[in-house]
């Protein structure tokens, strides 16, 4: 495996994570939440905050350094 695939997949989640972002509604406190229909009703569900081009610098470097933190990072999101 390679870093370039991992680069791409982030940039793209990233880039759908912000569209989301354009079309989310805000409460009270701030936070995103869009809203999704389930049968018969309608639950919020929360945005995760977009990661700072550091955070996201930072991953890339830590990945290219040793590669198991993509894969736990790919587990982790499977679970969320």
Do not use: W
Request: aromatic share 8%.
């Amino acid at each position: 495996m390679t870093v370039q695939p991992i680069e791409m997949a982030l940039k793209d989640a990233l880039r759908d994570l912000s569209t989301l972002y354009g079309s989310s509604s805000v409460d009270e406190k701030g936070l995103h939440y869009i809203q999704i229909k389930i049968d018969d009703r309608v639950e919020k569900k929360y945005l995760p905050k977009i990661p700072s081009q550091e955070d996201v610098r930072d991953f890339l470097e830590k990945v290219r350094k040793n590669i198991s933190y993509a894969r736990k990072l790919a587990i982790y999101s499977l679970t969320y």
